[in-house]
């Protein structure tokens, strides 16, 4: 989804230099960015309208970005929400995320990255609000796993998982290639493109929630198997 004049992001955050430097990439990619210095100034004018975006730090004065992210999912599931989160907020990040987030990315986080992931959610929102009948060109199937690569949408068989971008991008690194061992290295790379650094740990993080989502809707679902002192790699044959 380009920009246009109704292309309007939320940026919340305690911290003005985090404020402007992201106001100002995000405005010259040609986003409206209306910038808040709490969740509760934030609330009142999202009260008023929401913007189509929201990213949104999670430790904040008066009203923090979870309470921030329960209202919103209270009163609309389908607005995307971008977390940024310090290194040592892995409980409060997991919470955002069971809570609704769509994504998140540790600070210090890389601008293009930031930017990438915002024009990702744009355009997964795009998608989905066309109508229901019209299916993507573009996906990848693996047995009962289906890859919408416009939408960044995931199903199995059948079932929607309700996957973050970073999680998306990273079974889409692993399912197109079955039987090929992705190191924590390469699905870094997969999952974080633009010059962002995270740790082995983080990988960790997203394969087991990975697992996690998928075990709730096939409690057989093994196909994601650990390779010890390697990585990752997706166990169902590719289908002809």
Not at 13 to 23: A, L, M, Q, S
Not at 221 to 231: M, S
Request: aromatic fraction near 8%; proline fraction near 4%.
């Amino acid at each position: 989804m380009s920009p246009t004049k109704t292309s309007v992001v939320a940026v919340v955050d305690d911290e003005e230099n985090i404020r402007e430097t992201v106001g100002f990439a995000l405005r010259r990619e040609g986003y409206t960015v209306h910038c808040y210095a709490d969740g509760s100034d934030a609330w009142e004018a999202f009260e008023q309208e929401f913007p189509d975006v929201v990213v949104l730090d999670i430790i904040m004065p008066r009203m923090d970005g979870l309470e921030v992210c329960r209202r919103l999912r209270a009163k609309s599931q389908s607005i995307p929400i971008i977390f940024l989160t310090s290194r040592d907020e892995e409980f409060d990040r997991v919470l955002g995320l069971e809570l609704g987030a769509d994504d998140y990315l540790c600070k210090p986080f890389s601008m293009r990255e930031l930017v990438a992931r915002v024009r990702v959610l744009f355009r997964r929102l795009s998608f989905n609000q066309l109508d229901g009948e019209q299916v993507a060109d573009n996906s990848l199937e693996r047995g009962k796993l289906e890859l919408d690569l416009q939408r960044y949408i995931a199903r199995w068989d059948g079932v929607q998982i309700p996957l973050t971008v970073t999680e998306f991008l990273m079974l889409l690194a692993l399912a197109r290639h079955p039987g090929h061992v992705k190191t924590r290295q390469q699905l870094m790379e997969e999952g974080y493109p633009h010059d962002s650094f995270v740790s082995d740990r983080t990988i960790d993080s997203h394969i087991k929630r990975l697992r996690k989502k998928l075990l709730t809707i096939d409690p057989s679902f093994d196909e994601i198997e650990t390779v010890y002192g390697l990585g990752y790699r997706y166990t169902e044959e590719a289908t002809e």
